[in-house]
Structure formats: C-alpha cells, structure tokens
C-alpha cells in the first residue's frame, strides 16, 4: 500500500465551479501536510501547508486536514482556467523527506 | 524571496557525455534535494542534503553524483547517463529537520539523453 493515495483523475469541471480534490494516507505519523500546483513542464509550485487538523483558508483555496480520517482536502472556490493544472498533495513526518500523491490533473472549461 | 534557482533550463546530452545541473537558493534553508520527475508522475526523491552532507541517497546510480559546495548551492554531476534517465530534474529547499517547513521548488531542468 502506497503511504500517499491520491486520484490522479482526469478532472474536468466548468469554469465557477467548485472542486474538491483529496488525498488519503495511511501513516498517522505524518504531521504537515502540503498542497502543490504544477502547470505543465514546471516545477510545482507550493500552494498551501497546514500542519494541524482543520481549514486554512487562502483567497480561493481552501485546505482541509482530518487526522482522525488521515485524509486531507483542496478546495478550489469560483475555478478558473488558469486554476487548469496538476494538484500534488504531499505530507511529512519529522525529518527531512516528502511523501507525495500522485497528482490529480484538473482541467477548468471556460 | 522565496526563489529557488535552476540552471540550465534544458540540457540536452549524449550517453558518454559529463554535464552539471546546478541550483541555488538564499531563502537561509538548510536542507536541499534533487528529485526525479517523468511525465505525468510525481516527483521522486534521489538525494538530500542537509546542513551541507548528504543525508539522504535514494539508491541512486552512481552515474548521477550531487555536491553541496555552499549551503546556498546544490550541483548534480551527470556522467554516463541512459536514455532512460531523460526527465525532469527539480531542486527543492526546505529548513533543516525539526520544526515546521515547507519545502519550495524550482523551475526544473529538462534532460534528455539521446
């Protein structure tokens, strides 16, 4: 089993459209929790960090953590085309390594 | 400034050649990493350096060789590479071991390797 599962999608929405993409794992150890962006042939670009369970809201995003659940959630309020990406979750315990999600490619219609 | 720099953007190179990646960042962090990306996956940890020694070397071929000359530079000696290791080459940085951190990233360096 993989210690990050994320949907790799594809996800195709209209354009004012609220998504919701999750990634699940299975290690409760991990205590900080990222979300990336990456447009295609760049590097990611990070989005969000949270590192307790709960909302952080920032503009149009919105990230949400349930440890309990061990599952963590990207909002993405009034999507743009632009918002058309590859989201990548990725989480760490203490120490110095990232565990990431597998992507989920997204695609806003305008 | 939360930049991290890569140079060269592209890198095209043949199997007996010898050719550097490098990167750069001043946001002050201490750990830096080289991932490997191919297309439509996501980033694979190679190496991490942390306070300037490796730390971390994800059973990577000798044939890619990093280096750590400062703690704002990062270098990744290609040498003898397959046609296979063509990819995305990311230098990430992130504050050193305890503690919250982010980790940010740079642009990439395409590789290919005829």
């Known amino acids: 089993q993989k210690e990050v599962e994320q949907d790799p999608g594809p996800l195709s929405v209209p354009e004012g459209a609220i998504v919701s993409l999750n990634c699940t794992y299975s290690n409760s150890a991990f205590q900080y929790f990222m979300w990336y962006r990456q447009y295609s042939r760049k590097g990611p670009e990070l989005l969000m960090y949270?590192?307790?369970?709960g909302n952080k809201e920032d503009g149009r995003f919105t990230a949400q953590v349930d440890k309990s659940s061990k599952y963590i959630s990207l909002f993405i309020r009034d999507s743009q085309p632009s918002d058309s990406a590859t989201y990548l979750c990725?989480?760490?315990?203490?120490?110095?390594?990232?565990?990431f999600g597998t992507g989920t490619s997204l695609t806003v219609i305008p | 400034d939360t930049e991290v720099t890569q140079t060269p953007k592209h890198l095209v190179m043949g199997m007996t050649n010898k050719k550097s990646l490098k990167c750069e960042q001043h946001?002050?962090?201490?750990?830096m990493y080289w991932y490997k990306q191919k297309a439509k996956k996501p980033p694979e940890l190679m190496f991490v350096?942390?306070?300037?020694?490796?730390?971390i070397n994800e059973s990577v071929p000798s044939r890619f060789s990093p280096e750590c000359p400062n703690s704002s530079l990062l270098n990744l000696h290609l040498h003898a590479l397959q046609p296979e290791d063509s990819a995305l080459y990311l230098c990430?940085?992130?504050?050193?071991?305890?503690?919250?951190?982010?980790?940010?990233f740079g642009p990439g360096t395409r590789l290919t390797v005829l």
């Open positions: 990725a989480m760490r315990r203490t120490g110095n390594q990232f565990y």
């Open positions: 350096y942390s306070y300037e020694k490796l730390s």
């Open positions: 946001m002050g962090h201490r750990a």
């Open positions: 949270t590192y307790s369970s």
């Open positions: 990430a940085s992130s504050q050193a071991l305890a503690g919250i951190s982010e980790q940010f």
